[in-house]
């Protein structure tokens, strides 16, 4: 008989955004880093700080809280996207049909490995991180060294996007 090998499924490293501006926004964030310590078939590796940020979209909006995790995984992209989905729904997340409103909590696929994906339901790298301060300086909190699928060097990127007021979570931020 042939000797069976016992492959096991490969590791992917991901990087996820984290966002929320309603309902104790720091405590959702909190909440979500316990919940991620939690996810099936991944291990939690980095969480950067909680920084709180200017809206972007519609100002009439509280500011928000946001951090960057980095997680191991053998989940393949959309099943780690239904799992972040459901930990949104336990935390409360209603989809509205405003398109850029507040939320309680936003989990997003930031980076999956050196992917590139352009599906219905997801789109990798995320189609905002390029441009969105709230997202690169957290990266670059945890990835200093991070080159993007594109080959450009995250370092690239920070030196293009103003600080826009973005900041470490203190007692100066309104909500
Ligand atoms: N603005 C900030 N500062 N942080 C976010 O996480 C965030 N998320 C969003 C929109 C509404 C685009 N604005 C945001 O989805």
């Given at each position: 008989?042939?000797?069976?090998?016992?492959?096991?499924?490969?590791?992917?490293e991901?990087?996820l955004?984290?966002?929320?501006?309603?309902?104790?926004?720091?405590?959702?964030?909190?909440?979500?880093?316990?919940?991620?310590?939690q996810?099936?078939?991944?291990?939690?590796?980095?969480v950067?700080?909680?920084?709180?940020?200017?809206?972007?979209g519609?100002?009439?909006?509280?500011d928000?809280?946001?951090?960057?995790?980095?997680?191991?995984?053998?989940l393949?992209?959309?099943?780690?996207?239904?799992?972040?989905?459901q930990?949104?729904?336990?935390?409360?997340?209603?989809?509205k049909?405003?398109r850029?409103?507040?939320?309680?909590?936003?989990?997003?696929?930031l980076?999956?490995?050196?992917?590139t994906?352009?599906s219905?339901?997801?789109?990798v790298?995320?189609?905002?991180l390029?441009?969105?301060?709230f997202?690169?300086?957290?990266?670059?909190?945890?990835?200093?060294?991070?080159?993007?699928?594109?080959?450009?060097?995250?370092?690239?990127?920070?030196?293009?996007?103003?600080?826009?007021?973005?900041?470490?979570?203190?007692?100066?931020?309104?909500?």
């Amino acid at each position: 008989m042939p000797e069976q090998q016992l492959e096991r499924p490969a590791e992917h490293e991901v990087y996820l955004g984290l966002g929320a501006n309603l309902a104790n926004p720091a405590a959702q964030l909190q909440n979500a880093v316990a919940a991620l310590n939690q996810l099936p078939q991944s291990s939690l590796l980095a969480v950067s700080s909680l920084y709180c940020s200017r809206p972007m979209g519609p100002q009439d909006q509280p500011d928000y809280v946001n951090a960057v995790a980095k997680i191991s995984t053998t989940l393949p992209p959309l099943a780690l996207l239904d799992a972040l989905q459901q930990i949104e729904q336990l935390q409360g997340r209603q989809r509205k049909a405003e398109r850029w409103g507040p939320r309680s909590l936003d989990l997003d696929i930031l980076l999956y490995a050196n992917q590139t994906i352009t599906s219905e339901r997801l789109t990798v790298p995320h189609y905002g991180l390029a441009q969105r301060e709230f997202v690169l300086y957290p990266l670059a909190e945890i990835a200093p060294q991070l080159t993007l699928p594109c080959g450009t060097p995250l370092k690239a990127l920070l030196s293009k996007v103003p600080v826009n007021g973005l900041q470490k979570l203190s007692e100066s931020c309104r909500w």
